[in-house]
């Protein structure tokens, strides 16, 4: 298999939760380390990306801080395709602990020569669950330089495969799997989901 880094943008403020969503604890474990655990098997390396590196050090994982700050996710992920050992990466965010790894793996399957590979429900993208090749690293450099930050604006500059929900329901109910525990209501939320997924 190509080699492939496993990516966790742990960027945001988490001003909704008042606390870094990423240590929100859901069965018993912060949401990060659920997602590192699932991540370990399936890649060479795993990178943390977040401008609050001192948060992150007790995981024994590099951590790299954006090059262009607090320009949100488009920042962070152009910070990944630069500092990423592999060109082909699976990024995602910090407060999805319900990720299917088997999609996960799918969508590595499908990248080929595409930028990226990015899931879509009820029409909206998902580019915080994604794969990328460095190829798009052009494009998300000429964005940030030109504040053009609307991160799925940037898709219809990149050459992307879109999986559609038909085919994302496979791997299971797609609201569960793209949860994201980003409140104090989604994460009371996450506990009942964790008892079917974790």
């Known amino acids: 298999m190509v080699q492939t880094s496993g990516v ?3 960027g945001g403020r ?3 939760m008042k606390f870094n969503k ?3 604890e859901v069965a018993g474990k912060p949401v990060i380390q659920i997602i590192i655990e699932k991540l370990q098997p399936l890649f060479q390396e795993i990178i943390i990306i977040s401008n609050e590196p001192e948060f992150f050090t007790s995981f024994g994982l590099p951590v790299y801080r954006d090059i262009y700050p607090y320009l949100g996710p488009v920042g962070g992920i152009h910070s990944a395709l630069v500092n990423a050992s592999h060109d082909r990466m699976f990024i995602l965010g910090c407060d999805m602990p319900f990720m299917n790894i088997q999609l996960v793996q799918y969508m590595l399957g499908k990248i080929s020569t595409y930028d990226s590979v990015v899931p879509e429900i009820a029409s909206y993208l998902q580019p915080l669950a994604a794969v990328y090749n460095r190829t798009c690293l ?3 450099t000429e964005c940030l330089e030109h504040d053009k930050l609307k991160l799925t604006r940037i898709f219809s ?3 992307a495969l879109v999986l559609k929900e ?3 329901q496979k791997f299971g109910n797609v609201k569960e799997v793209f949860f994201n ?3 104090p209501k989604a994460l009371a939320e996450a506990q009942k989901i964790a008892g ?3």
């Open 8 to 10: 966790i943008m742990a």
């Open 196 to 198: 079917r997924l974790l």
């Open 138 to 140: 052009p494009v998300f």
């Open 22 to 24: 990423a240590f929100a």
């Open 181 to 183: 525990v980003n409140d």
């Open 14 to 16: 988490s001003s909704r």
């Open 157 to 159: 500059e990149l050459n």
């Open 166 to 168: 038909d085919e994302l």
